[in-house]
C-alpha cells in the first residue's frame, strides 16, 4: 500500500510529456516484488519488492488514465474506459488461470521450477511496448 500512496503523491507534481512512454517504463518497476517472492530472499527484501511494485503500478496507472482521457473524444470515452475495465478485471484473470494449463501442456517448467517467471514477464511485456515505434510515439500521436 505505501508503494500506492508514494506513487500518487509523485504524480501530483511529476508530469512527463510522454505519459504513455513513462507510465510504461514505470510499469516494469512491478517485476520486484513477484522476482523477490520468486528469489526466496528475506521478508525486507520483499516488503521493499512490493512497495517498489505499487510505486511503478500507480504512477503507470495516472498516466494510462490521464492519456485516455486527454486523448479520447468524450463521446467515447465512457466505451474505451469499460474496455479497459475489460482487459483488466476479465482478461487477465483469465489469462492467469490458463497460463500454467498452457505451459504444461507445451512442457514449459511451472512454478515452482521457474522461479522468477513472473518478474521476467512483467519486464518482458513492458520492454517490448518501450520498443515499438507506437510505444515510442508522443501523446499527441507524433513521432519522436
Not at 514505470?26 to 520486484?32: D, E
Not at 520483499?46 to 494510462?64: C, R, T
Not at 474506459?81 to 488461470?97: E, H, I, N, T
Request: proline share 8%; charged share 15%; glycine share 14%.
Amino acid at each position: 500500500m505505501a508503494g500506492f500512496m508514494v506513487g500518487g503523491v509523485i504524480t501530483l507534481r511529476y508530469r512527463p510529456r510522454r505519459m504513455l512512454f513513462a507510465g510504461t517504463a514505470f510499469l516494469t518497476l512491478t517485476a520486484f516484488f513477484p522476482l523477490a517472492m520468486a528469489l526466496g530472499v528475506g521478508l525486507p527484501v520483499i516488503l521493499l519488492g512490493a512497495f517498489v511494485h505499487g510505486l511503478g503500478l500507480e504512477i503507470f496507472s495516472v498516466n494510462w488514465d490521464l492519456a485516455i482521457q486527454q486523448n479520447v473524444p468524450p463521446d467515447k470515452l465512457a466505451r474505451v474506459f469499460a474496455f479497459d475495465q475489460v482487459g483488466s478485471f476479465v482478461m487477465r484473470p483469465l489469462g492467469l488461470a490458463l497460463v500454467g494449463p498452457v505451459a504444461e501442456a507445451v512442457g514449459v517448467p511451472v512454478a515452482p521450477r521457474d522461479r522468477g517467471g513472473h518478474g521476467r514477464r512483467d519486464v518482458a511485456g513492458p520492454a517490448a511496448a518501450l520498443g515499438s515505434p507506437s510505444g515510442n510515439a508522443r501523446d499527441d500521436g507524433s513521432a519522436r
